[in-house]
């Protein structure tokens, strides 16, 4: 398994039996991304995965390129290894699997359980038109949470007529790391609404899935200060919930310009140095004159130094994120900056990254 630098120390974990992958971070992170890129490699083996969004925005969609998603389990991409950039596995096998995409629609939800633990049929459709949807989600936020970590934690368990599992696993875009533990945490939530019935059952039925080692809660990051100060914080809480930690995915990793011994002399005055360099490379034109080269490549000095030493402070910072990231002593995963953007072609090279470390 390809591991980073500062991997080197961290325990192998065993995602194989894990079910349920939540994943959440800070806005901005690129959570949804790696989400459906994790969702990708999940599958590259032969499995059936099931990625849910429960926000509302269609992300899953516009990440592959198709329509708004309905509230219905759609096949959105078949996935092979070879399509990953991966060898054939160690069977010899190089069959691909299939990924599942459901938006959940609130609303649909709520007259879906209500039809399911109350048999409303048609009335629940007269409390759609009066608005009693919106009325009970917003009186009882904790409803909303019990429906959408409810409809993640079914599909997770579902079986078909054979009885074997629906789905090899599914996938949660889940919302940003600030709300999470309160989103996770249903049970807590729903506690003073309801504390028994339907509502209650329910919600003790999710918190037994959450909280299983069928379930592992990742967390997306930048190697910036507010990014990982952030995951240090949720990973935190989860555990102060008693919710099961997963792994650290840094995105975005940009590759490295210089290598550690210009990094560390960007300090110094290297204006001679830059500048003959640059006139060996040509730069300072035909002429052999030290002066005539100097003056050609004069101009250029100030904005290279400059570029050198911003380089250089931000490899630094991105050392002590890496640092206090390491104080986590979890799995880390880190996905390379995509310098053209988030397309197709480059959601299949993440989740490329995503096997070959270790994270499916």
């Known amino acids: 398994m390809a591991r980073t630098p500062g991997q080197a120390a961290r325990r192998d974990p065993d995602w194989e039996g894990v079910r ?11 959570k949804t991304t790696l989400a459906a890129a994790l969702a990708l490699a999940l599958a590259a083996d032969g499995g059936r995965v099931l990625l849910i969004e429960v926000e509302g925005r269609q ?20 996935v092979s290894r070879a399509q990953l950039g991966l060898p054939p596995d160690e069977g010899g ?3 691909g699997g299939e990924v599942f995409a459901l938006a959940i629609d609130t609303e649909l939800a709520l007259l879906e359980y209500l039809e399911m633990f109350y048999k409303l049929g048609r009335a629940g459709k007269a ?51 600030g709300r999470l533990t309160r989103f996770l945490n249903v049970n807590a939530e729903v506690a003073g609404l309801a504390r028994i019935g339907p509502i209650h059952t329910q919600a003790q039925a999710v918190m037994r899935v959450l909280k299983s080692p069928e379930t592992a809660v990742h967390l997306v990051t930048l190697l910036e ?4 100060q ?30 550690a011994a210009a990094v560390a002399a960007v300090d110094g005055d290297h204006r001679e ?53 390491q104080q986590l002593r979890l799995p880390t995963y880190e996905l390379p900056l995509l310098g053209e953007g988030v397309y197709l072609g480059g959601l299949y090279r993440l989740a490329g990254e995503l096997k070959r470390q270790g994270a499916a």
């Open 273 to 325: 140095e830059v500048a003959l360099a640059l006139g060996e490379a040509g730069l300072g034109g035909r002429s052999r004159k030290t002066e005539t080269v100097r003056a050609a490549v004069e101009p250029l000095l100030d904005p290279l130094l400059a570029q050198a030493r911003e380089h250089a402070e931000r490899v630094e910072l991105e050392r002590e994120q890496r640092a206090d990231l």
């Open 225 to 228: 200060e507010m990014p990982v």
């Open 20 to 30: 349920l992958h939540v994943v959440s971070g800070k806005g901005g992170t690129g």
């Open 127 to 177: 409390l759609q038109k009066v608005g009693f949807v919106d009325f009970a989600t917003t009186i009882a936020p904790g409803v909303r949470d019990v429906l959408l970590t409810g409809k993640a934690c079914e599909a997770a368990r579902r079986k078909g007529p054979d009885g074997r599992r629906r789905y090899d696993a599914v996938v949660m875009d889940a919302p940003p790391t």
């Open 59 to 78: 992300g899953i969609a516009e990440l592959f390129g198709i329509a708004a998603l309905p509230y219905e389990e759609r096949r959105i991409a078949s």
């Open 230 to 259: 952030e995951t240090v914080d949720g990973f935190a809480e989860l555990r102060e919930a008693r919710l099961p930690v997963g792994g650290v995915m840094v995105n975005m990793v940009r590759p490295p310009v210089l290598d």
């Open 93 to 95: 096998g190089g069959g």
